[in-house]
């Protein structure tokens, strides 16, 4: 069961404006891997549904979370059906992410009051997302679209919340084109979370990174 509602979990998204994404199999690893993400200002994470078992895994994370980390919210992403969805639910997921817009899955949230943010391309699917209650609106993949298509989104649909993911870094210039054209948050994987820091186990850079995106956004935001 969801231990966090749906409005504070788009409060959290919104405030600090990063979501940090991952996969890894390894259960230790994945610890200090949010335990990193945590110390460098993060309260919410998204694992992302991946590999054999990976319900499991993050079964372990929530629970290494609840118990040694206050206030981080564990969310999975990568979920492709209502069934999945349910399944992360019954381990305490409090946000689904999808890659596309599905229908089952906003029911089966809804019924249980978990936020779930859909991939979607168009403005007829964010219109459809948000008539079936989408808060927070993910554009996937946000390099495909870039920042131009949420500026064009935002023409008409100005309470449109939106979290792009995938061709998204933690350089000045990407996110400046990104909160310039009017974002909520942003969803960032391997460009924060990075293969060699993972190798490596060097979790202080994913702290470093972690702190430095979220640093960066919150000027960017009040330039």
């Known amino acids: 069961m969801a231990k966090y509602t749906r409005i504070e979990v788009a409060q959290t998204m919104e405030r600090t404006g990063l979501v940090p994404l991952f996969y890894h199999p390894d259960i230790e690893l994945g610890k200090e891997v949010i335990a990193a993400c945590y110390r460098g200002g993060a309260r919410i994470i998204e694992f992302t549904n991946r590999g054999d078992f990976a319900h499991e895994v993050f079964a372990a994370l929530n629970k290494y979370a609840l118990e040694a980390l206050p206030g981080l919210i564990m ?12 399944l992360y639910m019954q381990l305490g997921a409090n946000l689904i992410v999808t890659p596309v817009f599905r229908e089952d899955i906003a029911l089966v949230c809804n019924r249980r009051k978990v936020l779930w943010s859909p991939g979607c391309g168009t403005l007829t699917e964010i219109a459809k997302a948000e008539e079936l209650g989408c808060e927070i609106v993910k554009v996937f993949p946000g390099g495909t679209y870039g920042p131009g298509f949420v500026k064009a989104i935002k023409g ?36 924060l979370i990075t293969k060699d820091a993972l190798a490596a186990r060097d979790f202080g850079l994913i702290e470093e990174k972690t702190r430095s995106a979220i640093e960066l956004i919150q000027r960017l935001r009040s330039s």
């Open 75 to 86: 969310g999975v992403g990568s979920v492709a059906d209502a069934g999945t969805a349910s």
């Open 156 to 191: 008409p649909h100005p309470w449109t919340s939106i979290m792009p993911t995938g061709g998204v870094s933690p350089t000045e210039e990407n996110l400046k084109g990104w909160i310039d054209a009017g974002v909520t948050c942003v969803g960032m994987g391997s460009k």
